[in-house]
């Protein structure tokens, strides 16, 4: 057993409870706040004002949004499901939450007394648990628009279903090399295994991918086609109103802070200083050490912020295509090149041996993109050159003036 968790098992009740609140307080207050900051710097990119009433330059209008929607009029449509229809949005916004019990959020802290952290339980499988919880909130968005009896809702939920199962692959995989290289699952002992090196430099792919792979699991843009709007009219939540409505957007930033939490914990360090300036965690105490983890988190938050305000929704065909045939093989080939490199260094392998292998698995990755580029040139000529085939239907003839 770790001293994290030695330390978390001595935790009284009444102080776990305390945890547990001040995290659901934490995610509330982050999802105000990321909406709001998503509206403003959204407006700046489109050289907007954004919200500038509610409060200090509209710094209440999310709090005044949530507030709005509580007093709205709960509709729930005569073809519906009543039971599923009021279970949905609470299945997903459960699940959200569920995620942050293994996430370390600082080191050792004083609280009320008792030496602890905050972290509300540290499990072998803690990582495993995070992605189990992240599956299960599609059953919400699934049921939500099985249960509405329309059609818009159906093809929603039909499509973020199958966007978690493509997606929650690749974000799978890529864990797998942190794995390996830390060679525990739990959350506390990853963060622990990123002393000296941050496992987005070590295994920047692993990296690149389940960034990627994260903004296809939380249904944003410009993978949120399970809400298109201009195609789902609202997708899967269209026949949602009042608190259930509000549920359903508090479980779509909640899932945003727990997989950029996730990243931090697996790529970033999770609260550990950022390099250089481990010095803050002795001389600042154990609180500064979660203001780290905040900033991280707010990196990953305006990078979600960034994209809604750049990239252009993907059409569906090529947002699977890129998960199937991008994705998840390069997330293949990336373990058995982290697994080889491990085995080598566990053997104690020679530094040309080593650099060799390294050197060669470059050469096959420019030669595969080379092959690609050639493979997609000839077919473009070929399509250029070729014969345009006679149409099916009758062509009327065209003849010439004066005959």
Not at 7 to 17: K, S, Y
Not at 98 to 104: D, L, R, S, Y
Not at 377 to 394: C, I, K, T, Y
């Amino acid at each position: 057993m770790s001293d994290i968790a030695h330390l978390i098992g001595q935790d009284p009740g009444w102080l776990t409870t305390i945890k547990g609140v001040l995290v659901f307080a934490l995610c509330v207050v982050a999802t105000l706040v990321t909406i709001l900051l998503e509206r403003k710097v959204v407006s700046w990119m489109q050289e907007r004002i954004g919200p500038n009433r509610t409060g200090w330059r509209g710094s209440l209008q999310s709090l005044a949004d949530g507030v709005k929607l509580a007093l709205k009029e709960d509709l729930i449509p005569k073809a519906a499901d009543r039971i599923v229809f009021v279970i949905a949005p609470v299945i997903s916004v459960t699940t959200c939450f569920m995620a942050f019990a293994v996430i370390p959020m600082s080191g050792k802290v004083k609280l009320f007394g008792h030496e602890t952290v905050m972290q509300l339980t540290d499990l072998p499988v803690g990582v495993l648990y995070v992605l189990a919880a992240a599956s299960v909130g599609v059953y919400g968005i699934v049921l939500a628009g099985w249960s509405s009896g329309s059609t818009y809702p159906l093809l929603g939920g039909l499509r973020s279903s199958a966007q978690v199962i493509s997606y929650e692959v690749a974000m799978g995989l890529s864990l797998v090399a942190v794995f390996i290289y830390s060679g525990s699952m739990s959350t506390s002992d990853i963060v622990n295994a990123q002393n000296k090196w941050w496992f987005a430099v070590t295994l920047f792919p692993s990296f690149v991918i389940y960034t990627i792979s994260m903004v296809g699991e939380t249904n944003r843009a410009p993978f949120d086609l399970a809400e298109a709007e201009g195609e789902l009219v609202g997708g899967f939540h269209t026949e949602y109103s009042s608190l259930k409505f509000a549920l359903f957007f508090l479980a779509e930033y909640v899932n945003m802070v727990a997989v950029s939490s996730l990243a931090t914990t697996m790529f970033l360090g999770g609260y550990h200083a950022l390099p250089g300036l481990g010095f803050t965690e002795h001389w600042l105490g154990g609180w500064f050490t979660m203001v780290w983890y905040l900033v991280k988190v707010s990196a990953f938050l305006y990078l979600y912020i960034w994209l809604r305000g750049t990239l252009p929704r993907m059409r569906y065909d090529q947002f699977m295509k890129f998960g199937w045939k991008v994705l998840i093989p390069v997330s293949l080939f990336w373990i058995l090149v982290v697994s080889t490199l491990r085995v080598m260094s566990a053997e104690h392998s020679s530094k040309a041996v080593v650099i060799g292998f390294s050197v060669g698995v470059v050469l096959v990755v420019l030669a595969a993109g080379q092959l690609y580029e050639n493979t997609k040139a000839r077919h473009a000529r070929e399509d250029a050159l070729g014969e345009v085939a006679d149409p099916s239907f009758p062509v009327p003839r065209i003849t010439k003036a004066g005959k």
